[in-house]
């Protein structure tokens, strides 16, 4: 499954904002370029010119941001289409911005399913969207119920499907996502990075279906995450 939705901007246009004050301190070779639109809005581009250490740097303060760990389907008006998905939605990783360009390119995501890094039989749901100007692209397959997919070790990565010369065209799909709209999708859908072109930041939000008797947290979690001392303050 998956659906392309219309999002509220709020939340990400205080996001564009935490990550211009955050990597100020790179300005003589600055990760993104910032400017207003002609709404007086501000929007984020990738630089082009980006090294890998600046790369790595840049990532870590940008995924480090209070704002981001705040980020909710209710900030983005999208709450009632996950909760129509999974009943008990809870947060399966901390919500991650990505970052491709040119640098990382060697590290594009291969075929995979976010599923096989949550538990067996548990339902998940990935909210991924475009945080810079010209949105995002992804490639997915879409019923794949007569491909043969094998699964195989991928040393950074972990796994990834192996479709051996198999003829991927017929169920390729390419999606670009706007800026203002966000890409959900099920644990169970096969995807990988796009070839990049004019690079993107992203921002990924997953959510599993909490089973009562079953309560079990997928991914592991720094107590130190931003996301951890805030649902901490939450429950107090
Ligand atoms: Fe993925």
Redesign the pocket.
Known sequence: MYKILDINLEWIEKLILEIQKSTFSMINNPPFLFYKNSKGEMRLTINSNLNIEQLGKTFNIINSGIILSQITPECLKIDDFISFQITNPLLWTYPQLRIDCDANKSFS?PW?K?GWILGENLKGI?VWLPVSADGGSLQLLENTNDLECKVIKNNYWGLEADFKDQDLNPYLKNVHVKYGQALVFDENLL?QSFPIREGQLTLQLRYFNLHENNFYRPAVQKITEPVIEFQKLLSE
């Open positions: 995501a995979h976010d990935v995807h």
